[in-house]
């Protein structure tokens, strides 16, 4: 996979750009929403981000996996994972299919 890799930095600039905050203002907004992010998340809370895709955090429970090398069985401990579940409105982007125009939304 090549291309760059977006950062904070990256995502403030593009705020500074389409907003006109300050590049002050538009950094610190960034922070917030990831913070807001990260704080729901930690909660246990999904977080769900229109036509982009949501967030959750799942538990895992104990099981026994093995070492792809030697063979030998490890326990592998319970844990908290991340899942990111892409909204279909992000999926047909990326694969260049133009989602058709609601008319029944038309503005009058």
Same mark, same amino acid.
């Given at each position: 996979?090549?291309?760059?890799?977006?950062?904070?930095?990256?995502?403030?600039?593009?705020?500074?750009?389409?907003?006109?905050? $300050?590049?002050?203002?538009?950094?610190?907004?960034?922070?917030? =929403?990831? !913070?807001?992010?990260?704080?729901?998340?930690?909660?246990?809370?999904?977080?769900?981000?229109?036509? #982009?895709?949501?967030?959750?955090?799942?538990?895992?429970?104990?099981?026994?996996?093995?070492?792809?090398?030697?063979?030998?069985?490890?326990?592998?401990?319970?844990?908290?994972?991340? =899942? #990111?579940?892409? $909204?279909?409105?992000?999926? %047909?982007?990326? %694969?260049?299919? =133009?989602?058709?125009? !609601?008319?029944?939304?038309?503005? !009058?």
């Amino acid at each position: 996979m090549a291309g760059r890799t977006i950062t904070r930095a990256h995502l403030s600039e593009a705020v500074y750009q389409e907003v006109g905050l $300050s590049r002050n203002e538009s950094a610190a907004l960034v922070e917030r =929403v990831l !913070d807001e992010v990260v704080t729901a998340l930690t909660r246990g809370e999904m977080v769900k981000i229109s036509s #982009f895709g949501s967030f959750a955090v799942r538990q895992k429970g104990r099981r026994v996996g093995r070492n792809p090398k030697t063979g030998d069985e490890v326990p592998i401990l319970p844990r908290r994972v991340l =899942v #990111f579940r892409a $909204s279909h409105v992000l999926k %047909n982007r990326i %694969n260049g299919i =133009v989602e058709p125009i !609601d008319s029944s939304r038309e503005d !009058d």
